[in-house]
Each structure stands twice: as C-alpha cells, then as structure tokens.
C-alpha cells in the first residue's frame, strides 16, 4: 500500500496510486512503471486474481483501499458495476475504442480481449495415441479422467468466462449436466487462471483450457511440446478492462492511470513482457504471434447475461461440482 510522502520539505503531499491488477505480474509491474515515469505519481500494485479483486472490493466498500482496478474479465466488472462499485468515467482516450469493448456508462473500459481454447502437452497426447480435443464434446473423453487442470470460476474470470460460454453455447438445461460430466475429468481446480497452463508447460498434466495467447506466450518461451486448439462449436472471449472503484482516494490519479493505459503507448508494454492478447485501440500495434489464433471460432456472447447471474452461476457450479475457490 502506497504512503504518502512530502517532497523537499513542502507541505503538499505527493500524489500516489494503487492499483488492483488482474493481469499478468510482469504486465502489472511493466504498466505502472511507465505510467509512473511518465506522471511522476507514485503507483504501486497488489496482483490477484479477477474473482480476488472483485470481493476485496466489495469487502472494503466503505473504505476502499485502492483506487482502479485493471485487468481481468470484464463479466467481473459487470457484476461490480451492478453492486455499484465502480465510479463511471468516460476517458478521453475511450472514444478510440470500439464499443464492443466498453461499457457505454464508463463503467469500464477495454483495454486487450483474448479468445478461450484447448492447450496441451503434445508428449501425453502422442504417449496415449491421442490428439488434443477440437470440441467441448471432446473434454468428456473418459481417457483424460484426472488429466485436465483449470482455474475455479469463482477465483477466475477466466474460468468463469468458460462456464458462461458452455451455458450459451449448449443452453442452461443442458450447459449444467455437461459441468457435471466435465467436472469427472477433472484433477485439480486452481486459483489463478494461467496456473494450469503451467502445469502443462511443466509436463504436470495433459490439458488446460484458458486463453489461447498464454499458450502463444509458452511457446515463445520454448515450450515446443505445447499444442492448441479451439472447440468446433465455438468458443468464448475475453475483454479485460479498467475501472475506477467506487469512493476512489485518489481520483485524480486514476482518471489519469485510465486515461494512460487506453493510449497504443501503453497497450503495447504486454508484449514487451510476453503479454499477446489482442489489443482494444486500433492504432496499437499487436503481438504478431496471435495472428495464428485470430480466425477462431467466437460466439455471439452477452456480456450483460452472464454479469449479471454471476452469483446465481457460482453457487449452482459449487453445489453441482461440490467444489469452492481455492485459497492457495
């Protein structure tokens, strides 16, 4: 948490910021370093996870104790803005943002989307004489029992993110008898939604589902053994945001930090840090590497629906799955 200073013996106090951040720790770090240099406000972070994030938030409403939230899926924010937790500012820079990435509230604001997808261990896959699922319909194959590692909805955008798609791609009635056949196969469900792809780049297990640009990301590590795919049917996406939390301390601050990273001179950082999502703002320049996943599949998502049952979806997948967010 940042403490204010004085600078030179005056008695102004130097502006600070804090930040929640739902993206990757390196991104996170790179952002507000540069946002920092560039304003001179002090900015620190604390990283977690989208579903982290959200209950801190709502846990310390009546005295916040950050000022913007940034990263993570937007469905979060949308079930936030609903509790009233966000402020509404419409930044100067979010008019060269297409409206499919904002909230025409300025609720939030897009600031990179990613598309959901398969990946995992071509070793496993060529052990057992098998190739990497190309449908949801492929994830009930009794032959990856105990083989597939996933983040919890509860704690991830990103999982969450995958369970609404199900839901709109099968139907409610039949979306949720499919968590429970999928939920047979499954060996862990962890915390953060980059923790499975890990495990995979690790050879600690055959298959993850999250968002295709991490696995980009692995391979350009040199991860070579990590393989793709998107499901048939078609497949969700994500589109993480920034916000400014509701009863900010430091509100001047935070337009300015929304104002920073809507800019191509901040939406390019990521990739300077292995961050390869697509991009919000036209005129920034994309990660090359995600040409190869671009003509996925997507489906026609509403945001709107799957914010707003959030809570209703998570208790249903707890009791259905006899599950709970992890704590570690």
Known sequence: MSIPVFSNGSSEKEQTLTVY???LEEHAAAVC????????????????????????????????QASVWYGGGSLTFIEADNEGLLEHYISPEAKAIPAQFKDPNGAWTGIYS??????????????HQMSIPKSWQDLLDPRLKGEIV????????????????ILQVMGEDAGWKYIQKFNENVRQYTKSGSAGGRMVQLHETALTIGYLHDAVAFKREGYQHIVMSTPSEGTGYEIGAVAIIKGAKEMDAAKKFVDFVLTPECQEIGQTVN?????????????????SI???KLIVQDDAWSGAHRSEFLNKFNTLTKTTPPKK
């Open 114 to 127: 990613g598309y959901l997808g398969f990946y995992g261990d071509k070793e496993w896959f060529d052990a």
């Open 275 to 291: 961050a390869l999502q697509f991009l919000t703002n036209p005129k920034a320049r994309p990660p090359k590497e995600v040409e």
């Open 21 to 23: 951040a739902g993206l």
């Open 150 to 165: 996933m983040a919890h909805p509860g704690s991830s955008s990103t999982a969450y993110n995958m369970l609404t798609t």
């Open 33 to 64: 370093k540069a946002f920092q240099a560039k304003t001179g406000i002090k900015t620190n972070y604390v990283r977690m996870s989208g579903g982290e994030i959200f209950a801190r938030i709502k846990a310390e409403k009546e005295n916040p």
């Open 294 to 296: 671009k003509n996925a």
